[in-house]
């Protein structure tokens, strides 16, 4: 069945990309949430201090939630400055994705320094 409106599919493809982010967030915040309560006795057998980490995955799980939500509510009632926003929105979860990826390979000889301990402690 051919849309009516041309816009109606753009409406849709939008309207997918803010389920995508709520399915994302959703994802991200139950990773915090399960670093924080079943990963507890790991992090107090580890010599290195990262409690943060849980916190900070429970953080952007909400706000990356909430971006999605602005996304679909932005779409179904067409307020453009809600619009503008919601770009506003994901132009600062892109920033903070490279910020992280960057982060990461900077970073990486510690993160392999706790593989080792995790591979020590499960033996």
């Not at 967030?25 to 309560?37: E, F, H, N, T, Y």
């Not at 849980?54 to 602005?70: D, E, R, S």
């Not at 996304?71 to 892109?94: D, E, H, M, N, P």
Request: negative net charge.
């Amino acid at each position: 069945m051919a849309l009516s409106n041309p816009y109606d599919s753009s409406i849709i493809q939008e309207k997918m990309l803010g389920d995508l982010h709520i399915c994302t967030g959703i994802a991200i915040l139950s990773v915090g949430i399960w670093g924080k309560i079943g990963l507890d006795k790991y992090n107090e057998l580890s010599t290195d201090d990262f409690s943060n980490v849980p916190y900070i995955l429970i953080g952007t799980g909400g706000f990356i939630i909430i971006v999605g939500l602005i996304g679909c509510c932005a779409t179904f009632k067409s307020v453009s400055w809600l619009l503008r926003l919601y770009g506003i929105l994901l132009f600062v979860v892109l920033i903070a994705e490279l910020a992280a990826g960057i982060s990461g390979l900077v970073y990486r000889e510690p993160v392999s320094h706790c593989n080792s301990i995790y591979d020590y402690y499960t033996q």
